[in-house]
């Protein structure tokens, strides 16, 4: 089988909807490299859009996995307890920020998690109010998409949207309108977001405001600290939650296990999925104790949620990113990376805002203007990182940024070829452009 074959039967029998970026069937992966159907070798820095942080078939998860399935595959938390659930609750209790008492639900999905925190943040405050930003992804289920603040593709056509949802605007420093930096910026912005609460909403109708500390599908925006913290002392003013949707920037991806741990800050809800399993559909919900005992009994559940494959998958996850010392390494990996493209910058302006936190960073790129997207121009990198062989992928509310997402477990030259191929790539597609008249 060629990948253009798999390519034709999939026109034939996949639904339209399910977009594949690359057209390129894997048949293979270890670590940082993925193989095709035709044989053709690519470095992995999509690493299936955060969710191999560890490296693709690492020795550690796939004799985790293999053991659990031999032992057995499943009975459902809800039939009985296996172990491996209570244990995975106990690990994410010491690594979830902050220091208060945690609880632990596990569901499928990165949307799932969201969806119960949801309905946790609900029960738990008596409130209905759920505050969003602009540039959010949560998710495809309906209150993840209502949640969600890109429309095309992932909201026209699915109303009704779920009702109580309000949104304010995320501090997205690079194209704010306030003409502010730092600090004087995020004060205008939770500015604005008290303003939307206290004459749209009502102080005491909000239940949660839900963030993602680095705007994952928005465009790999990092919320600024101060922001952060305005937001937590306000919510604690008003006596609403924070939930914190660590589904994609979690897990060791920017250096620390979860993005908010950069600033001390400890939020009363954290959703995580992607990499939590490596590869095994697992989120979890993982809260303040006071937050998720709110809910009473049988109230939550999820047939598969917790599977003991996945949980085996997530321990064993767990075990490689403190062994190996992988959050020092996400950071050294990350610093490489804002340092190799921020002088690249310098030489080509159109590569507008370098930004991120640990190893997620994206790379903004505008039209000669200095400020216009330049969706097309990212799509022709990403087309010639591919033919060069690599994988990276776009992101963005507005499609000009391209994410980095490379394994935080990588060798040094791994990690140079990437980053050769991208400044190659890069250039060429720069030089490509037509010259204005
Ligand atoms: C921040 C964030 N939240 C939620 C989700 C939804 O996760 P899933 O696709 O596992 O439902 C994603 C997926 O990209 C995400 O990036």
């Given at each position: 089988m060629s990948n253009r074959s798999i390519a034709e039967r999939r026109?034939?029998?996949?639904?339209?909807?399910?977009?594949?970026?690359?057209?390129?069937?894997?048949?293979?992966?270890?670590?940082?490299?993925?193989?095709?159907?035709?044989?053709?070798?690519?470095?992995?820095?999509?690493?299936?859009?955060?969710v191999m942080n560890v490296g693709h078939s690492h020795p550690r998860v796939v004799e985790a996995v293999q053991r659990q399935v031999a032992e057995f595959q499943h009975l459902c938390f809800a039939v009985g307890m296996h172990e491996s659930y209570v244990t995975l609750a106990e690990r994410l209790a010491t690594i979830a920020p902050g220091p208060s008492p945690k609880r632990t639900f596990l569901v499928n999905s990165g949307a799932e998690a969201v969806e119960n925190a949801v309905k946790i943040a609900r029960v738990a405050t008596g409130r209905q109010g759920i505050v969003?930003?602009?540039?959010?992804?949560?998710?495809?289920?309906?209150?993840?998409?209502?949640?969600?603040?890109?429309?095309?593709?992932?909201k026209a056509g699915f109303a009704p949207r779920a009702a109580e949802v309000y949104r304010a605007h995320y501090?997205?420093?690079?194209?704010?309108?306030?003409?502010?930096?730092?600090?004087?910026?995020?004060?205008?912005?939770?500015?604005q977001l008290q303003d939307l609460v206290e004459t749209t909403i009502g102080a005491g109708e909000v239940a949660a405001f839900i963030l993602e500390p680095v705007a994952g599908e928005g465009g790999f925006i990092p919320a600024p600290a101060a922001f952060l913290r305005g937001l937590r002392v306000y919510a604690d003013r008003i006596?609403?939650?924070?939930?914190?949707?660590?589904?994609?920037?979690g897990m060791g991806r920017t250096g620390r296990w979860w993005a908010v741990d950069h600033y001390g800050l400890e939020p009363d809800l954290v959703a995580t999925a992607k990499s939590l399993a490596s590869g095994f559909p697992l989120g979890a919900v993982v809260g303040r104790a006071e937050v998720m005992d709110a809910v009473g009994p049988g109230m939550l559940g999820s047939t598969f949620g917790g599977n003991p494959a996945a949980c085996a998958a997530a321990l064993a996850t767990i075990d490689v990113i403190e062994e190996e010392g992988l959050l020092a390494r996400s950071q050294v990996i990350g610093?490489?990376?804002?340092?190799?493209?921020?002088?690249?910058?310098?030489?080509?302006?159109?590569?507008?805002?370098?930004?991120?936190?640990?190893?997620?960073?994206?790379?903004?790129?505008?039209?000669?203007?200095g400020h216009t997207p330049d969706p097309t121009l990212v799509q022709q990198i990403v087309a010639d990182c591919r033919a060069n062989g690599m994988l990276v992928l776009p992101t963005g509310t507005y499609g000009n940024v391209i994410r980095l997402l490379p394994p935080i477990r990588m060798s040094d030259d791994e990690l140079e070829e990437g980053i050769a191929t991208l400044e190659a790539a890069i250039s060429t597609a720069l030089a490509r452009e037509p010259v204005p008249a």
């Open positions: 026109r034939m029998a996949v639904a339209r909807a399910a977009l594949s970026v690359h057209p390129i069937s894997p048949t293979r992966a270890a670590g940082a490299y993925v193989w095709d159907a035709d044989g053709k070798r690519y470095l992995d820095w999509t690493v299936g859009i955060a969003a930003f602009t540039h959010a992804f949560h998710g495809r289920t309906h209150m993840a998409l209502s949640l969600t603040g890109k429309a095309d593709p992932y501090p997205y420093l690079y194209r704010n309108p306030f003409g502010l930096h730092g600090d004087a910026a995020s004060d205008a912005y939770l500015h006596g609403a939650l924070w939930i914190d949707d660590e589904v994609q920037a610093a490489a990376l804002s340092r190799r493209f921020r002088a690249l910058q310098a030489r080509a302006p159109r590569l507008g805002d370098v930004r991120g936190l640990g190893a997620m960073v994206g790379l903004e790129f505008v039209t000669d203007d």
